[in-house]
């Protein structure tokens, strides 16, 4: 028996056209629970009014030709900024980049203080093993994606000119 899963009571059947045109049947079994199906067999099945849907192809792209591509030009018109203040801006952008990987490599030394190799000190509020199987799990994933920004950090100020 064919199910169709239909979100938000939405049905566009138009996988071919025998099965636009078949009925749709809205089944609700004993929790509540709400399906779409294109046979009404079981119990609790309605059939549901649903207007014609149409189907339209979609229009063919035309194949693009990489070889007369032409760069598209600028506006004359767009907001233009001189050499000196963009410099200045990259190396604003360059500085509160390095500023953020120091913040980052400081806390990544701190978590591997912390973490110690796998050997993390237990804490006196954690008496149950799942506190602090919690707490060493968390701090490995600090560990990781800390690990991450700083190399995302190091690539992005490596691309600056």
Not at 50 to 66: C, F
Not at 82 to 94: E, F, I, M, P, V
Not at 123 to 142: F, H, M, T
């Amino acid at each position: 028996m064919k199910q169709y899963l239909i979100g938000l009571g939405l049905c566009f059947l138009c996988a071919a056209p025998t099965l636009a045109q078949s009925d749709v049947y809205l089944c609700v079994d004993a929790n509540g629970k709400k399906e779409y199906k294109n046979t009404g067999i079981t119990k609790g099945c309605k059939l549901v009014d649903l207007p014609h849907v149409n189907t339209v192809p979609a229009p063919t792209k035309k194949a693009a030709t990489t070889s007369t591509a032409k760069p598209v030009a600028t506006p004359g018109n767009f907001p233009k900024v001189d050499d000196s203040t963009q410099k200045a801006r990259d190396s604003d952008r360059k500085q509160i980049l390095m500023d953020e990987l120091k913040v980052e490599e400081q806390k990544l030394a701190a978590i591997k203080k912390e973490y110690n190799g796998g050997e993390v000190e237990r804490r006196a509020d954690e008496r149950q093993p799942s506190k602090y199987v919690e707490r060493v799990n968390n701090l490995k994933n600090d560990l990781a994606r800390t690990e991450k920004n700083i190399e995302a950090l190091k690539r992005e100020i490596s691309n600056l000119k």
